[in-house]
Nanobody
C-alpha cells in the first residue's frame, strides 16, 4: 500500500506563488506514476500535472508555464510549484499514485490518493 500526504496549501493573492508537497510512503511491489489533480467546487476533478517514470512531465493547458511538477529520485516526494496563481486555480489539490504490479502472473493496477489540500486564490 502507498500512503500520500499533501501539505503546503493555503490562501494567496492573485499573482502569488505556492509550493505543494506530497510525501509518499509505504511498501509497494511495483511501479507507480505520481501526479497532482484538483477539484474546484461544483466541478469534476481534473489532472493538473503528472511525471512519468522516465521523468517526462505533462501539464493541463491551463497551468502550462506557471506550474512545475518534480519528484525526488526515490519517488518519496512529489512537489508542485505554482506561480502566477489565479482565482480559477482555487481548488482542493490531490496527490495521486497510479500503481502497476504483477501478482501471481496477473497484472494489477492500483490507485492511491491523498486527502487533499486547499488552495485559495483571492484578493
Amino acid at each position: 500500500q502507498v500512503q500520500l500526504v499533501e501539505s503546503g496549501g493555503g490562501s494567496v493573492q492573485p499573482g502569488g506563488s505556492l509550493r505543494l508537497s506530497c510525501a509518499v510512503s509505504g511498501t509497494y511491489f511495483g511501479i507507480y506514476v505520481l501526479s497532482w489533480h484538483r477539484q474546484a467546487p461544483g466541478k469534476q476533478r481534473e489532472l493538473v500535472a503528472s511525471i512519468g517514470n522516465d521523468g517526462n512531465t505533462n501539464y493541463a493547458d491551463s497551468v502550462k508555464g506557471r506550474f512545475t511538477i518534480s519528484e525526488n529520485n526515490v519517488k518519496t516526494t512529489v512537489d508542485l510549484q505554482m506561480h502566477d496563481l489565479r482565482p480559477e486555480d482555487t481548488a482542493v489539490y490531490y496527490c495521486r499514485a497510479e500503481g502497476s504490479r504483477v501478482y501471481q502472473s496477473i497484472h494489477i493496477s492500483d490507485d492511491f490518493w491523498g486527502q487533499g489540500t486547499q488552495v485559495t486564490v483571492s484578493s
